[in-house]
């Protein structure tokens, strides 16, 4: 995984089989935390992170994304928003960011969590701090993840 990238967790195929998630429908977000996830994180929840602290641009529960569309062409499904994110440099914001999560805000029960970004300065240990930076998160252009 490269900084940056976007990472579906392994168990996402199951949950989203299994009906826990509309990405039509559904609310989603992107939250801030301060632990870096793997792909193979089991039954992976939004509890099972610690979200990082409200202050300066960050609010808790992240960033509601707008503009969600679950579209399919040639039998590859599309999942994207047209909301890229943006946190201001502030005083008194998060200074341990590790990772942003996104997560399913109407899936009620577990696995909510559908997947992470790296966030940190070096792809993985040293947390960014919102004091002296900014935060921005552009989804790619195909989409922000593919089923197949």
Known sequence: MARGDFVKFEEFSKSLGDGDHDLGSDTFALILITTLPTAADATPDRADYTECSAGGSYSTGGIVLTGVTYTEAGGVSTFDSTLDLAWAQAASSPTNIVA??????THAGSNDAI?????????G?????MVDNPINVTWNASGILTVT
């Open 100 to 105: 942003g999560l996104l997560v399913n805000n």
């Open 115 to 123: 997947g992470f970004i790296d966030i940190t300065v070096d792809g």
């Open 125 to 129: 240990s040293t947390p960014v701090s």
